[in-house]
């Protein structure tokens, strides 16, 4: 048997066990899959002209690091334009959407994303601040959360939008004023497209570019693997078109959306997509959606949010999403929901086990963010082997332990002490996934363990954490992201340790992660990516 990769001189963290293994390097067959452990010596020794042959000087090998929650596709497309996601205030918006709109042809569109609803403070979200600068230009600015945008007064005239609409998705809004004028503000993507179908499109080797580049980017960062939520459009056609070229760095679980409306025919579909894919990607699973989000107002909440909003569900009958989910769970089909408000987080978890005590194959569902929800529903993951799926770094960036930011004013002091509880789900003995929801947030899994960790704003972290009752252990971040998410995808006999057999998909750190300092995690260097043994990226450092 052929060797295909030599790592030597390397200190082999295993994530089950926080452990260093004895064995000082680890060769990897031509199956991609770690094939020997061993010294420097013995392990060299399989090597041949044909194998890579890399001497790590002391750096940390560990199995590598799966993003639980990303959208890899959408959050290529969506991230082009105008970055806000660093403006403070309103006067920051101005300043950056002048700036653009200066260096804007005549009649271009202007997009920008990232723009987080705090920087309104008491005013209501809206693009009224920013008239003036956006006269005449038609401007798309979608919001932090991907679930909301605004729009200019140009870019609603274009689209024809000029009052509220009705939509099959139970939380979708054109916001309108008390004269039935629209705001700007478009809530869920059913209100969103209306704008997006009349602005200017990528070409498709566009979209493939940025896709391929946020791609390379993400196995730089050190990971190996995703488990992506959504495959919209030609999503699937643009990973398979990268995978057959050989441009795809990492190995990821594709869900596919299923919307409000979707009938028996659609589930069919659903059904008969699962198990496709290539060499790196295949399809498992279904993603549905329970709520919206807290600070659009969207999400489904046992008691109004502090505006009387966030009182009802996505799916307008929310017992066709319990109906679904019977249907898929007889299948085998594993489902992802995405349920932020306690309401939703309830009845995805009466949905499973509705689904369960109806018989048929053991399946391993999810519930997506779990962004507040109280005492009594913490141990009804584990009982029902419900994967509970989170991104701490939500709760890091974008809400502040004093709760004077928007997603805890509007769910006031008891529902927001409730904000991500990463340690009570894992005590109460819940398998915990960690992912950053990108582009919502930065995609770099370091600063995903580390936010788990210390739960402190990553722009200053000299602020006091959120919640640091909830945080997790060094260990417990790093399990979320290896041991954790391989059980999520049923896929623990071959990925996320380091073992004789297992995938050759590693990440190589210059130093350990469970005795670096969390607030300086974010910071070690990534030396050496590998999926299936073969190098995605690498630094100087490993020659």
Same mark, same amino acid.
């Given at each position: 048997?052929?060797?295909?990769?030599v790592?030597s001189s390397?200190r082999?963290l295993?994530?089950g066990?926080?452990a260093?293994l004895?064995q000082?390097a680890?060769a990897v067959s031509d199956?991609?899959r770690?094939?020997?452990?061993?010294d420097?010596?013995?392990?060299?020794?399989l &090597?041949?002209?044909?194998?890579e042959?890399?001497?790590?000087?002391?750096a940390?090998?560990t199995?590598?690091?799966v993003d639980g929650?990303l959208?890899p596709?959408?959050?290529?497309d969506?991230? #082009?334009?105008?970055? /806000?996601s660093?403006?403070a205030d309103v006067?920051?918006v101005?300043?950056? /959407?002048?700036?653009e709109v200066r260096r804007?042809?005549?009649?271009a569109?202007?997009?920008g994303?990232?723009?987080d609803?705090?920087?309104f403070?008491?005013?209501?979200v809206g693009?009224?601040?920013?008239d003036?600068?956006?006269?005449?230009? *038609?401007?798309?600015?979608?919001?932090f959360?991907?679930?909301?945008a605004l729009a200019?007064?140009?870019?609603?005239e274009l689209a024809?939008?000029?009052?509220?609409r009705?939509?099959?998705?139970?939380?979708?809004?054109?916001?309108c004023?008390?004269?039935g004028?629209?705001?700007g503000? /478009?809530?869920e993507?059913?209100a969103?497209?209306?704008?997006?179908r009349?602005?200017?499109?990528?070409t498709r080797?566009?979209?493939?570019?940025?896709?391929?580049?946020?791609?390379r980017a993400m196995?730089?960062a050190?990971?190996?693997?995703?488990?992506?939520?959504?495959a919209?459009?030609?999503?699937?056609?643009?990973l398979?078109e990268?995978?057959?070229?050989g441009? !795809?760095?990492?190995?990821?679980r594709v869900a596919?959306?299923c919307?409000p409306?979707?009938?028996?025919?659609?589930v069919?579909? !659903?059904?008969a997509?699962q198990g496709t894919?290539?060499?790196?990607?295949?399809?498992d699973?279904?993603?549905?959606?329970?709520?919206g989000t807290?600070?659009?107002g969207?999400?489904?909440?046992?008691?109004?949010d502090?505006?009387?909003?966030?009182?009802?569900?996505?799916w307008?009958e929310?017992?066709?999403y319990?109906?679904?989910i019977g @249907?898929?769970h007889r299948?085998?089909?594993?489902?992802?929901t995405h349920?932020?408000?306690?309401?939703a987080?309830r009845h995805?978890?009466d949905a499973v086990?509705? $689904?369960?005590?109806g018989?048929?194959p053991a399946?391993?569902h999810?519930?997506?963010?779990i962004?507040?929800?109280p005492?009594?529903?913490?141990?009804?993951? &584990?009982?029902l082997g419900?994967?509970?799926s989170?991104? *701490?770094t939500?709760?890091?960036?974008f809400?502040?332990?004093d709760?004077t930011d928007?997603?805890?004013r509007r769910?006031g @002091?008891e529902?927001a002490?409730?904000?991500w509880r990463c340690?009570?789900?894992?005590?109460?003995?819940?398998?915990?996934?960690?992912?950053?929801?990108?582009p919502i947030a930065?995609?770099p899994p370091?600063?995903?363990?580390?936010?788990a960790?210390?739960?402190? *704003?990553s722009?200053?972290?000299s602020?006091?954490? #959120?919640?640091p009752?909830?945080?997790l252990t060094?260990l417990e971040a790093?399990?979320?992201?290896t041991?954790? $998410? $391989?059980? $999520? &995808?049923?896929?623990s006999h071959e990925t996320?340790h380091l073992a004789?057999?297992?995938?050759a998909?590693?990440?190589v750190?210059?130093?350990?992660?469970?005795?670096? *300092?969390?607030?300086?995690?974010p910071?070690?260097?990534v030396?050496?990516?590998?999926v299936d043994?073969?190098?995605?990226?690498?630094t100087?450092?490993?020659g």
């Amino acid at each position: 048997m052929r060797t295909r990769l030599v790592l030597s001189s390397a200190r082999l963290l295993d994530p089950g066990s926080g452990a260093f293994l004895p064995q000082t390097a680890l060769a990897v067959s031509d199956s991609g899959r770690i094939c020997a452990l061993g010294d420097d010596r013995e392990i060299r020794g399989l &090597a041949d002209s044909g194998t890579e042959v890399v001497d790590l000087q002391g750096a940390v090998v560990t199995a590598g690091f799966v993003d639980g929650h990303l959208h890899p596709v959408s959050g290529a497309d969506l991230t #082009h334009g105008l970055d /806000l996601s660093r403006c403070a205030d309103v006067a920051d918006v101005r300043e950056a /959407l002048a700036g653009e709109v200066r260096r804007l042809g005549r009649g271009a569109w202007l997009f920008g994303w990232g723009l987080d609803p705090n920087v309104f403070g008491d005013q209501p979200v809206g693009i009224a601040p920013f008239d003036s600068v956006l006269d005449g230009v *038609p401007a798309f600015l979608l919001l932090f959360d991907a679930h909301s945008a605004l729009a200019s007064r140009r870019a609603l005239e274009l689209a024809g939008v000029d009052g509220p609409r009705e939509f099959d998705q139970a939380s979708a809004e054109v916001v309108c004023d008390a004269h039935g004028r629209p705001t700007g503000l /478009l809530q869920e993507d059913a209100a969103c497209a209306l704008v997006e179908r009349v602005a200017p499109q990528p070409t498709r080797a566009e979209r493939r570019q940025r896709l391929a580049a946020a791609l390379r980017a993400m196995a730089a960062a050190g990971l190996t693997g995703g488990h992506v939520m959504d495959a919209n459009g030609d999503s699937l056609a643009l990973l398979a078109e990268l995978d057959e070229a050989g441009e !795809l760095p990492l190995r990821l679980r594709v869900a596919p959306w299923c919307q409000p409306g979707t009938d028996a025919a659609g589930v069919r579909d !659903l059904i008969a997509l699962q198990g496709t894919g290539g060499a790196l990607w295949r399809v498992d699973g279904v993603k549905l959606f329970m709520d919206g989000t807290i600070d659009n107002g969207t999400a489904w909440l046992e008691r109004p949010d502090c505006h009387g909003e966030s009182t009802h569900a996505f799916w307008p009958e929310p017992e066709a999403y319990t109906r679904i989910i019977g @249907e898929l769970h007889r299948a085998g089909v594993p489902t992802a929901t995405h349920a932020i408000g306690d309401a939703a987080v309830r009845h995805a978890l009466d949905a499973v086990e509705k $689904a369960a005590a109806g018989g048929g194959p053991a399946v391993r569902h999810r519930v997506e963010h779990i962004e507040t929800v109280p005492d009594d529903t913490l141990h009804r993951f &584990a009982e029902l082997g419900v994967v509970a799926s989170m991104q *701490p770094t939500h709760c890091c960036d974008f809400t502040r332990a004093d709760h004077t930011d928007n997603w805890s004013r509007r769910l006031g @002091e008891e529902r927001a002490s409730r904000a991500w509880r990463c340690r009570d789900l894992w005590d109460s003995g819940a398998t915990v996934v960690l992912g950053s929801d990108w582009p919502i947030a930065p995609f770099p899994p370091l600063g995903v363990m580390a936010g788990a960790r210390h739960r402190r *704003p990553s722009r200053d972290l000299s602020q006091p954490p #959120h919640g640091p009752e909830q945080a997790l252990t060094a260990l417990e971040a790093l399990r979320a992201m290896t041991v954790n $998410a $391989a059980f $999520a &995808a049923s896929e623990s006999h071959e990925t996320g340790h380091l073992a004789l057999g297992h995938r050759a998909d590693l990440t190589v750190l210059a130093d350990d992660p469970l005795t670096t *300092p969390a607030t300086d995690l974010p910071d070690l260097p990534v030396l050496l990516t590998t999926v299936d043994g073969r190098v995605t990226f690498r630094t100087d450092r490993t020659g």
